[in-house]
């Protein structure tokens, strides 16, 4: 194993990339999983609703395990129970993702030592996903909030909370969201669909990761 025994956390990430592979089979999910955290992705969400969504997790913590030289997350997406929060864990994951702000599902995760990243659309959600432990903020669907929506949220919440946008979000969204207090981002269609060719993700991967720390250091300057 490559990685510090300790999970990682959100935090402790040095790129806020996930790579979102709702759809993916088992047989396709290795490859593709290691030239994304190759190409320097962070993050690698399973939805739940793809094709035996557990053992695509399972394959894809043990490529992480082998190959990964920086921290990183491993995890489901499209988590709505808490018993399939608690199962992430059994898996070997680090992370649950949600489309919803559910308390319940917000709690299993913490308590199972898992990053838990809610979805949230709205001042309250955010607020309510933050009092329940949330890790960080997944806004959703990010491209009808947009950078001015977010800002505006933004405003109310406690300053260091983590945001993230998913939702018709592609690298060329990253200079206005992060200009706006946005840090991390989910890309999914603009990534991966299904029955793309791995070495496809593999080639957009390396352009988004291109993208993003050009926009990061953007913001810097």
């Not at 030289?69 to 992370?95: H, K, N, S, W």
């Not at 990761?209 to 250091?217: G, K, P, R, T």
Request: aromatic residues 4%; negative net charge.
């Amino acid at each position: 194993m490559t990685q510090s025994d300790a999970r990682p956390t959100w935090a402790g990430l040095d790129r806020k990339l996930v790579a979102i592979l709702r759809g993916i089979r088992p047989e396709e999910t290795g490859e593709t999983v290691r030239g994304l955290l190759d190409a320097g992705f962070r993050t690698i969400e399973v939805p739940l609703n793809s094709p035996d969504p557990f053992r695509s997790i399972e394959i894809a913590v043990t490529a992480a395990r082998a190959t990964a030289t920086a921290p990183v997350l491993i995890g489901a997406g499209t988590v709505l129970t808490p018993a399939d929060a608690a199962r992430v864990a059994d898996v070997g994951a680090d992370v649950v993702v949600a489309p919803n702000t559910d308390v319940d599902v917000i709690r299993a995760a913490r308590a199972a030592g898992l990053v838990a990243m809610p979805g949230c659309f709205t001042a309250t959600e955010a607020l309510a996903a933050l009092a329940a432990g949330a890790s960080a903020l997944k806004f959703f669907p990010a491209s009808l909030l947009g950078p001015s929506g977010i800002k505006a949220i933004r405003a109310v919440l406690p300053e260091g909370a983590a945001l993230c946008v998913v939702g018709g979000v592609s690298d060329a969204d990253f200079d206005a969201f992060l200009r706006v207090g946005v840090e991390g981002f989910g890309l999914g269609s603009s990534l991966y669909k299904p029955g793309d060719a791995p070495a496809d993700v593999i080639a957009r991967g390396r352009r988004a990761v291109a993208a993003y720390d050009s926009a990061i250091e953007k913001l810097a300057q």
